[in-house]
């Protein structure tokens, strides 16, 4: 065996070895959090959600119809018309029955020039800023400069939140030594339009494998990376953060991923404070997938140029105060995943050119096989654990999606690749998921009998 190769069984392992932590360590650690007597008491934390549109005319009725249906008072909203070129911005007049207000600017961040504040005459706790153009992290900032509570929370346009989720969440934020947390994203298309709580796996196959991954990502490696606070990302689509730190930090960063980098912020604040990031697994936000191969491969690509400009920028402050961030950051996300697909791509191609070695090639494809059977079942356990269920028929498709699954990793080793070397030359491409419309409702309720906002 030669160098090189000995070289590409070690990140092979290696990758295989932190698969099986991300397999075990959940089952033993990730459990629902027990209620106290002095819970209902976290309802005082106050919360700002604040929702970047650009573009979003389809998906803002749903959004508020969310957000009607929240069982948390102590809140506000900020919508942000980014420069939005379609009718986002009428939309919101029209649901929300806007009129201009005077609101005082309590924090300085940079950001882009703003057009006119107003308030909702239907919801007292509705604000919209209407914005010249400026990107997400330059609308978060505004937002963050006008927000009047404890907690900030990033929040896509195109998602929606369980009734409880601010509530699970504040549970978390409540303790003061977190100062930053994420909560569980579910694929939306997986639910029923008239009742979230009702899962599905009888869906398109792009979805059912983005189903499947979304687990794992957060019941197997979110929880890892909480339990150690060592968590790299919290999703821009819900993410919670304390407001004074965020002005602290100088906020957002105008980057192609904004929400790793406000992360490794807090990290590099936090970490020699004694502060901790953690995952909500009990609070839930539903996010819109991407329903094609394009949409979907240009936000992998996306993503994968996120982690390398986030490694570029940050590696060195980690360095100079290692924790486990600094671990998950260089060595899991900054040399496995990323450099690790180049020598597994090259074990097999190797593997394939000279056919006496073929049976490495099929060694590879069976363990990849059998640590993703492990990771999905690990997975589906904690989800019932949490309360969520597939029927009989919904368990046998996914056994099937399951033995499918090898060619999306193989896809997604790819993508990594291609991501990787396309930061290098293209790094600042952007790429918006198309939006589906569709409307979305926390609860069941008659079709017939909906309400209609803003009457």
């Given at each position: 065996?030669?160098?090189?190769?000995?070289?590409?069984?070690?990140?092979?392992?290696?990758?295989?070895?932190?698969?099986?932590?991300?397999?075990?360590?959940?089952?033993?650690?990730l459990?629902?959090?027990?209620?106290?007597?002095?819970?209902?008491?976290?309802?005082?934390?106050?919360?700002?959600?604040?929702?970047?549109?650009?573009?979003?005319?389809?998906?803002?009725?749903?959004?508020?119809?969310?957000?009607?249906?929240?069982?948390?008072?102590?809140?506000?909203?900020?919508?942000?018309?980014?420069?939005?070129?379609?009718?986002?911005?009428?939309?919101?007049?029209?649901?929300?029955?806007?009129?201009?207000?005077?609101?005082?600017?309590?924090?300085?961040?940079?950001?882009?020039?703003?057009?006119?504040?107003?308030?909702?005459?239907?919801?007292?706790?509705?604000?919209?800023?209407?914005?010249?153009?400026?990107?997400?992290a330059?609308?978060?900032?505004?937002?963050?400069?006008?927000?009047?509570?404890?907690?900030?929370?990033?929040?896509?346009?195109?998602?929606?939140?369980?009734?409880?989720?601010?509530?699970?969440?504040?549970?978390?934020?409540?303790?003061?030594?977190?100062?930053?947390?994420?909560?569980?994203?579910?694929?939306?298309?997986?639910?029923?339009?008239?009742?979230?709580?009702?899962?599905?796996?009888?869906?398109?196959?792009i979805?059912?494998?983005?189903?499947?991954?979304?687990?794992?990502?957060?019941?197997?490696?979110?929880?890892?990376?909480?339990?150690?606070?060592?968590?790299?990302?919290?999703?821009?689509?819900?993410?919670?953060?304390?407001?004074d730190?965020?002005?602290?930090?100088?906020?957002?960063?105008?980057?192609?991923?904004?929400d790793?980098?406000?992360?490794?912020?807090?990290?590099?604040?936090?970490?020699?404070?004694?502060?901790?990031?953690?995952?909500?697994?009990?609070?839930?936000?539903?996010?819109?997938?991407?329903?094609?191969?394009?949409?979907?491969?240009?936000?992998?690509?996306?993503?994968?140029?996120?982690?390398v400009?986030?490694?570029?920028?940050?590696?060195?402050?980690?360095?100079?105060?290692?924790?486990?961030?600094?671990?998950?950051?260089?060595?899991?996300?900054?040399?496995v995943?990323?450099?690790?697909?180049?020598?597994?791509?090259?074990?097999?191609?190797?593997?394939?050119?000279?056919?006496?070695?073929?049976?490495?090639?099929?060694?590879?494809?069976?363990?990849?096989?059998?640590?993703?059977?492990?990771?999905?079942i690990?997975?589906?356990?904690?989800?019932?654990?949490?309360?969520?269920?597939?029927?009989?028929?919904?368990?046998?498709?996914?056994f099937v999606?399951?033995?499918?699954?090898?060619?999306?990793?193989?896809?997604?080793?790819?993508?990594?690749?291609?991501?990787?070397?396309?930061?290098?030359?293209?790094?600042?491409?952007?790429?918006?998921?198309?939006?589906?419309?569709?409307?979305?409702?926390?609860?069941?309720?008659?079709?017939?009998?909906?309400?209609?906002?803003?009457?």
């Amino acid at each position: 065996m030669t160098e090189i190769e000995l070289c590409e069984y070690m990140i092979f392992g290696l990758s295989v070895g932190i698969s099986l932590v991300y397999l075990l360590v959940p089952i033993f650690a990730l459990r629902p959090r027990q209620e106290s007597p002095s819970s209902d008491l976290t309802k005082n934390v106050g919360i700002s959600l604040l929702i970047p549109c650009f573009n979003e005319e389809t998906t803002v009725e749903t959004t508020i119809e969310g957000l009607r249906q929240l069982n948390y008072s102590n809140f506000e909203v900020i919508f942000i018309n980014d420069g939005s070129e379609d009718d986002t911005f009428i939309q919101l007049q029209n649901l929300l029955k806007l009129i201009r207000c005077d609101r005082v600017e309590t924090a300085s961040l940079p950001h882009a020039e703003i057009r006119g504040i107003y308030e909702s005459q239907v919801f007292s706790n509705i604000t919209v800023i209407d914005k010249l153009n400026g990107g997400k992290a330059d609308s978060l900032n505004t937002a963050i400069c006008y927000a009047q509570k404890e907690i900030v929370v990033s929040l896509d346009a195109d998602s929606v939140l369980a009734p409880d989720a601010l509530t699970q969440a504040s549970k978390g934020m409540s303790n003061k030594n977190v100062i930053a947390g994420g909560g569980f994203v579910r694929v939306l298309q997986g639910s029923s339009p008239q009742c979230l709580t009702k899962y599905s796996f009888k869906l398109p196959f792009i979805l059912k494998l983005q189903t499947l991954e979304y687990l794992r990502g957060f019941f197997l490696y979110k929880a890892v990376m909480g339990s150690i606070n060592g968590i790299l990302v919290i999703p821009g689509v819900f993410g919670l953060f304390r407001r004074d730190v965020m002005i602290e930090v100088g906020g957002y960063t105008k980057t192609i991923g904004e929400d790793m980098d406000i992360t490794l912020k807090f990290h590099e604040w936090g970490v020699p404070r004694g502060h901790r990031i953690e995952f909500f697994p009990e609070s839930i936000c539903y996010t819109e997938c991407p329903e094609n191969w394009k949409d979907l491969y240009n936000q992998r690509i996306r993503w994968q140029k996120s982690l390398v400009d986030c490694v570029k920028l940050h590696w060195k402050p980690l360095v100079l105060h290692p924790s486990w961030v600094t671990f998950v950051l260089l060595l899991d996300s900054g040399f496995v995943n990323t450099f690790g697909p180049f020598s597994t791509l090259g074990i097999i191609m190797w593997a394939l050119l000279w056919i006496h070695k073929v049976n490495l090639t099929h060694f590879t494809i069976i363990v990849w096989v059998l640590v993703g059977l492990l990771q999905t079942i690990s997975a589906l356990y904690i989800n019932r654990r949490f309360g969520a269920r597939y029927s009989t028929k919904d368990a046998a498709r996914i056994f099937v999606m399951c033995l499918l699954e090898i060619l999306y990793r193989l896809w997604n080793l790819y993508v990594i690749v291609i991501g990787t070397l396309g930061y290098f030359y293209n790094r600042n491409s952007w790429n918006k998921v198309q939006r589906t419309g569709r409307k979305y409702y926390s609860t069941a309720r008659d079709k017939d009998n909906e309400a209609v906002i803003g009457e």
